[in-house]
């Protein structure tokens, strides 16, 4: 189905207050060669949305990492699949040229549902920096559940779409930890290289590093890792770096050079669409449904289920409910997406056999944020590329691992930037409020301090090394710690727990979770390699035995 987009544009010009809204998007977003958009590097798309009465053999809920590997697989093994996405194709330029907005100036493309940003820094030189947009179904969904913000990709892609494109593959000796059910051999073996190949990943050009202006913020920030005894490691990323030299070059469209991350990437990072998903509708067995949600999934009386569907439109209203029935049925809706389904399935008698595991194990990847103000002779320049591609690793000794973030604002700010992944024990759990009519998720804020005092481990040293300070203004009012969101929601339907060992659903055989849900809430780096190594593995494993 393709999704014509009407979209909102800003005024021309950047004055002093539109530069300062825009920033808090750049800052927020730290976490293919040619001129190829991402919706032109596409080689497939659903002729028409899933109809009321149809049959699918198998039926995927979402289109992020998981549920594109389920599709592929399935597909190449000669299974017809229908994936079904609540947000949007993401395959129409806009009146502005491009399909996704920049990151500077957000309008009605760039949040889900809301009339006004709700961007991860909520002040920037004393300004705030949220800003009135339109109601739209737009491609980063800030969803508030209770004491956390978590940052969602919404679109076919999901959070391949928004994500900072940081592709990690977690230290071997950390990998029991992360997944203990899960053979450590066969996944560095096999499903791991798998993963990374699929994805397209690779590792920026050493050399180029060294010389170009863009990443001068990542130098200094391995300058100062160094300085006070940490490793500073470079990190893959999907993002092209032929594409990104030739940004560098001005031989064609800027992409990462002008920013984009938060709110979409135009050109250069290879998002889902560009990758698994390309492939998966390129077998002719692969079609997808934007803006349709499910809202129920049941036990069919002549076998597999009866799902139901809304299909809504770009201001987010129902317009049509359908009702189809699938032989299987895939879970791939995100950590959030899938935990709140199986929680109402299970609480509201639809999925009646599913275990007391649904809804638990929620985690935020122990992410937490913060600045530091540099002096003046360690600037880290005006030129950002919003790709990060470097890190420092105190996982071992401080149970933190440190993303050196950009702060692509186009002024020399002297600050560095960090997203921290750290070792937090806290777990959440959903929870079905039957009168209220939704899951609510039981985290509280309180619950980041493991996560600052691990990320103190790495910066208190620093600063003190350098003799530099916290940045206070970024998080709100003399607020040193970004605490109150993650991007790397995992957990809720843990593998081994609420499943069996490979994703199977207990209770109701023909349904699978193939998602972030599986992993117990935390992977010690960036999640999206795991999530999509895991999905290798399992849905192996049920082809072989279940299709």
Not at 261 to 284: F, H, P, R, V
Not at 405 to 427: C, D, V
Not at 449 to 456: E, L, R, V
Request: net charge positive; hydrophobic share 40%; aromatic share 10%.
């Amino acid at each position: 189905m393709s999704v014509t987009v009407t979209h909102i544009t800003g005024p021309g010009g950047v004055t002093r207050r539109r530069f300062i809204a825009g920033t808090g998007s750049i800052l927020g977003a730290a976490t293919l060669a040619g001129h190829a958009t991402a919706a032109q590097a596409q080689t497939g798309r659903a002729a028409a949305p899933i109809g009321d009465g149809a049959h699918a053999p198998a039926l995927v809920i979402g289109t992020g990492y998981g549920g594109s590997v389920a599709a592929l697989r399935l597909a190449r093994a000669g299974v017809d699949v229908h994936m079904i996405e609540m947000g949007m194709a993401w395959d129409t330029p806009g009146a502005d040229g491009r399909i996704f907005a920049n990151t500077t100036t957000p309008d009605g493309r760039s949040y889900w549902l809301r009339t006004k940003t709700k961007q991860p820094l909520s002040n920037f030189l004393g300004f705030p920096i949220d800003k009135d947009i339109p109601r739209y179904t737009g491609i980063l969904d800030a969803e508030e559940l209770g004491g956390i913000i978590v940052y969602q990709g919404r679109g076919v892609g999901g959070g391949s779409l928004v994500n900072g494109g940081m592709a990690v593959t977690p230290r071997r000796e950390n990998f029991s930890a992360i997944l203990p059910s899960v053979n450590t051999e066969e996944m560095y073996a096999t499903y791991y290289p798998r993963a990374n190949a699929g994805l397209g990943v690779h590792t920026i050009d050493p050399a180029w590093f060294e010389a170009v202006d863009c990443y001068q913020y990542s130098r200094v920030g391995r300058k100062h890792a160094q300085r006070s005894g940490f490793p500073f490691v470079f990190v893959p990323s999907v993002y092209d770096w032929d594409y990104m030299k030739q940004e560098v070059a001005g031989t064609v469209p800027k992409s990462a050079i002008a920013g984009e991350i938060l709110y979409g990437n135009n050109y250069g990072k290879k998002s889902l669409q560009k990758t698994y998903i390309a492939q998966a509708t390129a077998t002719g067995r692969v079609t997808i449904s934007p803006l349709h949600k499910v809202t129920s999934v049941a036990p069919a009386t002549a076998g597999g289920y009866t799902v139901v569907i809304d299909q809504i439109d770009t201001g987010g209203t129902t317009t049509a409910t359908k009702t189809v029935t699938a032989d299987k049925v895939f879970f791939a809706a995100g950590s959030v997406g899938t935990s709140k389904l199986l929680v109402k399935l299970k609480a509201t008698g639809a999925l009646p056999h599913l275990n007391d595991e649904i809804g638990k194990g929620w985690g935020d990847n122990g992410n937490v944020m913060c600045g530091r103000a540099n002096h003046m002779w360690d600037a880290t320049g005006k030129l950002q590329a919003s790709m990060p591609t470097g890190g420092i690793d105190n996982w071992a000794a401080g149970g933190a691992f440190a993303e050196v973030a950009p702060l692509p604002t186009g002024i020399e700010t002297y600050a560095s930037f960090y997203l921290s992944i750290t070792k937090n024990p806290n777990r959440a759990a959903f929870s079905w409020n039957a009168a209220a009519g939704r899951a609510e998720l039981n985290w509280q804020t309180a619950w980041k301090q493991p996560s600052i005092d691990a990320a103190k481990t790495i910066f208190d040293k620093i600063n003190a090394k350098e003799g530099t300070i916290y940045r206070t203004d970024l998080f709100g009012t003399y607020k040193i710690w970004g605490d109150h969101l993650t991007y790397h929601p995992l957990g809720g339907a843990i593998l081994d727990k609420a499943t069996d060992n490979y994703g199977r659903l207990h209770g109701h055989p023909g349904l699978y979770v193939i998602d972030g849900s599986l992993i117990p809430g935390n992977t010690s780096v960036n999640p999206f390699v795991t999530i999509t190594a895991l999905a290798e593995r399992n849905i192996e494993k049920i082809i072989a035995t279940d299709v």
